[in-house]
């Protein structure tokens, strides 16, 4: 899949101490009506902007973490820091801090069959000094990264986030941000806000559908002179809506939600990941998409390694054309597989009374190559073609049956005589079709070989037709 190590990104931010105290609670408090929590355990993990860089260093990438951490009364990282410090460098993150007097911002969580039963935070504000600091760290260290991403926990570490944003546009580097609060205004001129459903909606005002979503996006990227804007929207997945383009618009893929601490971390950190090795932000969204269905199922601030992501989209790639996938989601699906070095092949058909002709020469068309792609003519298409009487099954039935064979990765229905326009728009390494055609005739052949492509016949198999089977059945009447 995808390698990342010469991806760099930089992140700034909010950081802290996440403390999880993990035991059993078997009883009531004679004290009070609480649980009891025997504490058999102790674990560590970085929160905040700390978990954005502990997620982009999972991936495989350059990651290094500004941000604001105590001192002791000696002028050091107090402990709670220290302890931070060396989250961060077993997990390759380098980082430099500014230092406040305010103390390192530490929650302790404490758990109990894998139910969160209390959060205590230890924090105060941080001052404006150390915060002014960080705006000097970033410009010591951008020219080296390809990335800024800016993680805002609301804790005043990003008083001076303007300034952070002005020198990354003078620079030219990108900046995604992970926004907080009701002043978005204070990221104006970044590349791209992550907002979530709810911190969307305290800008614009009530956003239930995607209409409304995509349409108060695109007035908020005007007004804030952003390039993009991405919706996390739990369960309803995320919208990303590209100024002056298409809105991309994605279902949440989690089947099993544990916890879901940090899952905006682990989205950020993917997407700018992404974004950074030369993914669009299309192709980045999905994999942030994949990395944020893995993360929810773990307990607690986590990280998503290279291997489950990788595992995560390759088990989301197989058979994903039955569920309603639209042109513009099956393009994305293209070009990250053919970015992974796999092979698309692309054939069509309107398989109606799908039969063991069909299977065979659709398992010899995805010997071709990695990823086969069928295009089914719909009802209308098919009744143009082959009369009144047809299809004897309709389009989503036809669908449905083509996506449970192993051969298939992705169906996708289109209206057209021929699918030429759809060969055209998804640029497929490899054009198949059965019968008696010469290449040069076959629909979409132009597109295919004009982008490097090639283009294959292959025999359909003697003896089976999908007009005979008919004919069989009216005889049997």
Known sequence: MHDFSQSKILVVGDVMLDQYWNGRAGRISPEAPVPVVKVAQEEMRAGG????????????????????????????????????????????VKTDWSLS?????????VLS??????????????????????????????ADYDVLVI?????????FVEQMIAIAVEADVPVLVDPKGLDFSRYQNATLIKPNQSE???????????ETVVAKAN?????????????????????????????????????????????????????????????????AM??????????????GTSTVSKAELDEAIKADMRHQGYVAMSEDELLQLVQLAQKNGEKVVFTNGCFDLLHSGHVRYLNEAAKLGERLIIAVNSD???????????????????????????????????????????????????????????????AGSTCVWDAGGQVEVLSFWDGYSTTKLVDKIENTK
């Open 49 to 92: 902007a700390a978990n954005v860089a502990l997620n982009v260093a999972a991936l495989g990438a350059q990651a290094c973490l500004l941000g604001v951490v105590g001192h002791n009364e000696n002028g050091e990282v107090d402990s709670h820091g220290q302890l931070l410090t060396q989250l961060m460098h077993q997990a390759g």
């Open 101 to 109: 007097n305010s103390g390192t911002i530490c929650k302790l969580r």
């Open 113 to 142: 069959h894998h139910q969160q039963l209390i959060r205590m935070d230890f924090e105060e504000p941080v001052p404006e000094a150390p915060a002014l600091e960080l705006v000097d760290l970033v410009k010591k260290h951008l």
């Open 151 to 159: 993680s805002d926990y609301a804790k005043g570490a990003l008083q």
């Open 200 to 210: 969307f909606e305290a800008i614009v005002g009530p956003a239930a559908d995607e």
């Open 219 to 283: 007035k908020l990227i005007d007004e804030l002179s952003l390039q993009a804007l991405l919706v996390t929207r739990s369960e309803h997945g995320m919208a990303l809506v590209i100024k002056n383009d298409n809105p991309y618009l994605l279902k949440s893929q989690a089947q099993e939600v544990y916890d879901v601490t940090g899952a905006g971390d682990t989205v950020m950190a993917a997407l700018a990941t992404g974004f950074a090795s030369g993914l669009s932000l299309q192709n």
């Open 286 to 299: 999905h994999m942030a998409n994949q990395a944020a269905s893995v993360v929810v199922r773990k307990v």
């Open 380 to 442: 209308e298409s098919v009744k143009k073609l082959k009369g009144d009487t047809r299809p004897i099954v309709g389009v989503d039935g036809r669908m449905e049956l083509l996506s449970a064979l192993s051969c298939v990765d992705w169906v996708v229905a289109f209206n057209e005589e021929t699918p030429e326009r759809l060969i055209c728009k998804l640029l497929p390494d490899v054009l198949v079709k059965g019968g008696d055609y010469k290449p040069e005739e076959i």
